[in-house]
């Protein structure tokens, strides 16, 4: 079964920093890898996808790499703002369908006006 | 621009007691799912259809039932509650099953005592 790692569990940074949340999986032979944000209360929202032919995705201030041969992704936010501040989750799919889509449990992000 | 809808969002049952959570998407996707989010765990596939007319375990579907009403609607259903299924249990949908973006609804907050 794939196990899907995120440490740390929570960060706090000053606004205005750059960061990097980590993500590590067990099972290279992933299909795809989605970054998604969780607000408190609130459901999942898909930021960035990465197919396994990829190297990384970017959308505004967010940028995800994969690096499927070490088992890794990485999600860097630049000039984080306190509108940042939520859990972030990966989810690593292998083929094969819905069954096999894994997910991390998250890294609580708080960014401190 | 509802996307994803679930109802109702928070429920307190007695163990034995049972209930329907109600989810509906407007995107005219083909695939829904039930997974559910426990404190320390990633998020866990209860029950997925993978189309209209067709719906399949995921990896905890013990205690639970689930219908595809229409391509539009799919709900969950628990005939006897009992006090390990609490939990937040979210509804999502995507264009096709598995290694597809996922669009997610707010969550329902289900309490059993």
């Known amino acids: 079964k794939q196990e899907v790692t995120q440490i740390p569990a929570a960060l706090s940074v000053p606004e205005g920093e750059n960061l990097v949340l980590n993500c590590s999986f067990t099972?290279?032979?992933?299909?795809?890898l989605q970054w998604f944000r969780q607000d408190p209360g609130k459901g999942l929202t898909s930021l960035l996808l990465?197919?396994?032919?990829?190297r990384e995705q970017t959308s505004g201030r967010l940028n995800a790499s994969l690096d499927k041969s070490s088992g890794r992704s990485t999600l860097y936010i630049a000039a984080s703002q306190p509108g940042d501040s939520a859990t972030y989750l990966c989810?690593?799919?292998?083929?094969?369908?819905?069954?096999?889509?894994?997910f991390g449990t998250g890294t609580r992000l708080t960014v401190i006006p | 621009n509802a996307g994803v809808t679930q109802t109702p969002k928070f429920q307190v049952l007695k163990t034995g007691q049972s209930m329907t959570l109600q989810c509906a998407q407007d995107m005219n996707h083909n695939s829904m799912y039930w997974y559910r989010q426990d404190p320390g765990m990633g998020l866990r596939l209860i029950y997925y259809s993978a189309s209209e007319g067709t719906t399949d375990k995921g990896e905890v579907p013990n205690g639970y039932n689930v219908s595809r009403l229409n391509k539009r609607e799919f709900s969950l259903r628990l005939e006897s509650a009992a006090p390990s299924q609490t939990s937040v249990y979210f509804c999502?949908?995507?264009?096709?099953?598995?290694?597809?973006?996922?669009?997610f609804g707010s969550g329902t907050q289900l309490s059993v005592l």
């Open positions: 989810a690593v799919s292998l083929p094969g369908g819905a069954n096999n889509l894994f």
């Open positions: 990465i197919q396994s032919s990829q």
């Open positions: 099972d290279s032979a992933i299909y795809n």
């Open positions: 999502a949908s995507s264009v096709r099953t598995g290694n597809e973006k996922l669009f």
